[in-house]
């Protein structure tokens, strides 16, 4: 169907908003979909794309994976009352109910590794070979009162308390972890597309 409608490049996706992998992992087999029973779904979509001529870059998201913001709490974005970050609202602090929007902060360095270390597995189990591109989905400005980024606040000379700052240090902050996954996806493997989504959104409230 992709190569009736001439389609040239397709996005395939190895990890979703709920924590779930869809590939072979090795690094992190108990984060496999349970109800995967091929666990080469994600190689195997790329090499029929790939036959047919059709690039894939491979999806992964950043803020939002449900799995790990009830893993480690510690690794989610902090408002400035101490609650946890929900981008759905009518969620807010109700662990029990289903969604994905807890927001995970990158400024974590326990979280940003754990990113690092997915995408190295990622490459690992599909080879450098078969991935065209890298797609970085929901990084996105967060006000965001974790320790890290008040620590990271205070040492740039930001206020804390002060909506405004907070927001010019996430948005500082997020360039700077730009560029760091994309020197860190080059490393393995140059010639590559990396495609990183943002929403300024929040900048314009």
């Not at 029929?48 to 893993?71: E, F, N």
């Not at 990271?152 to 240090?169: F, I, N, V």
Request: with cysteine; proline share 4%; hydrophobic share 35%.
């Amino acid at each position: 169907m992709l190569d009736s409608a001439r389609v040239n490049s397709v996005s395939c996706f190895a990890r979703c908003h709920h924590g779930m992998l869809y590939y072979d992992s090795k690094r992190f087999p108990k984060l496999v979909h349970p109800g995967l029973k091929n666990k080469n779904l994600l190689l195997e979509q790329i090499d029929a794309c790939h036959k047919r001529g059709i690039r894939v870059p491979v999806y992964t998201t950043i803020q939002w994976d449900y799995h790990m913001s009830r893993l480690h709490p510690d690794w989610c974005c902090m408002t400035a009352d101490g609650g946890l970050v929900d981008s759905c609202e009518e969620l807010i602090n109700q662990i029990y109910e289903p969604g994905f929007y807890r927001t995970l902060c990158v400024n974590n360095p326990d979280y940003r590794q754990f990113l690092k270390d997915h995408i190295q597995d990622l490459f690992q189990a599909l080879t450098p070979e078969r991935i065209d591109g890298i797609f970085l989905d929901i990084v996105n400005v967060v006000d965001c009162s974790c320790q890290h980024c008040v620590d990271g606040m205070l040492k740039l000379g930001y206020d804390p308390t002060d909506k405004q700052d907070r927001t010019a240090y996430a948005v500082q902050m997020l360039k700077e972890f730009r560029l760091e996954m994309t020197a860190f996806i080059k490393n393995l493997k140059e010639d590559i597309t990396i495609f990183i989504t943002e929403d300024i959104s929040d900048r314009l409230r």
